[in-house]
């Protein structure tokens, strides 16, 4: 068992919850963090390493600051922003509230705590933090989903341009975004969608992510379909690849 502690926010579901026990399996202490207690009391209860469960609303940015403060003397290595929605909708009529809430929550907080713990891993030159993207961000524009799209698409551009900084700084500290495709977890629900396409388990998303977080990898990518997305992505021109977008969207209704 290792003495270093991984903090994953969104653990009580999907993809955060099946990193959370992949990096218990992994000998890393955890520190479980999202509102519903009872599912990360649960979970506590699965894996074999200690957990310290942290209840926060994120988008409440004083309850991200708070994180940080908490486990602030502890041996924090692994930082895992999981936490995030989408929202399905036309962007005339979506509700401004809960697109505020997102863009705090995928953005903002996911910020914050990747600024605090990424200084506090260069100071000990040690750590590792995994922002969890998704391929909407490696895409131009998503009409229909438009703030969860613009949401990823800072996530992907931050995490890469902060893995460059450490490797310009010689620094052994690491960030990776994760960029799944559709994945089989709670976020259709939450965010009033279906999937247009086939979806992969949370556990096979959670276990290519991390393998490839402690490969250094910076863009991770799991399924050979969605690589081959991504290369398109590159290639293709933005308004071509927009009205893909908005028609794959449409669908989800
Ligand atoms: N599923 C997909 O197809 C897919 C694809 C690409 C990327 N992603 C990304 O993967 C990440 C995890 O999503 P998922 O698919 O695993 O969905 P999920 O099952 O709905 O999990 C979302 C997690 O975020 C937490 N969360 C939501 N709002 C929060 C808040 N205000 N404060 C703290 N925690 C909050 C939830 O916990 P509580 O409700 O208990 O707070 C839950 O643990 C998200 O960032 C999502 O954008 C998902």
């Known amino acids: 068992m290792k003495n270093e502690v991984a903090v994953i926010t969104g653990a009580s579901s999907g993809i955060g919850r099946e990193i959370a026990k992949n990096l218990s399996?992994?000998?890393?202490?955890?520190?479980?963090?999202?509102?519903?207690e009872d599912r990360l009391e649960e979970l506590a209860k699965e894996v074999d390493t200690h957990c310290q469960i942290i209840t926060a609303d994120l988008a409440n940015l004083s309850e991200a600051h708070g994180l940080h403060e908490t486990v602030q003397d502890q041996n924090v290595t692994v930082l895992v922003n999981c936490a995030g929605f989408g929202l399905l909708g036309d962007f005339a009529t979506t509700e401004?509230?809960?697109e505020i809430d997102m863009i705090n929550l995928n953005i903002s907080a996911?910020?914050?705590?990747?600024?605090?713990?990424?200084?506090?891993?260069?100071?000990?030159?040690?750590?590792?933090?995994?922002?969890?993207?998704?391929?909407?961000g490696l895409l131009p524009a998503g009409p229909y989903m438009?703030?969860?799209y613009a949401t990823k698409?800072?996530?992907?551009?931050?995490?890469?341009?902060?893995n460059q900084e450490l490797k310009n700084r010689d620094s052994q500290v690491r960030a990776s975004a994760l960029c799944p495709g559709p994945v089989d977890t709670e976020f259709n629900e939450v965010a009033g969608?279906?999937?247009?396409?086939?979806?992969?388990?949370?556990?096979?998303c959670a276990r290519y992510g991390v393998r490839n977080l402690f490969n250094n990898k910076v863009l991770i990518i799991p399924g050979a379909n969605l690589k081959v997305a991504a290369v398109i992505a590159k290639i293709?021109?933005?308004?071509?690849?927009?009205?893909?977008?908005?028609?794959?969207?449409?669908?989800?209704?």
């Open 25 to 36: 399996k992994r000998g890393y202490n955890l520190v479980l963090v999202a509102r519903r």
């Open 96 to 98: 401004l509230d809960r």
């Open 110 to 136: 996911l910020h914050i705590l990747t600024k605090l713990f990424l200084q506090d891993f260069i100071e000990k030159d040690k750590g590792h933090i995994l922002n969890v993207a998704s391929i909407a």
């Open 146 to 148: 438009a703030t969860y």
């Open 153 to 162: 698409a800072y996530v992907v551009s931050l995490t890469q341009a902060i």
């Open 193 to 204: 969608a279906s999937f247009a396409l086939a979806s992969i388990t949370a556990e096979e």
């Open 236 to 253: 293709a021109p933005r308004s071509l690849l927009v009205k893909i977008a908005g028609h794959q969207q449409k669908r989800k209704h």
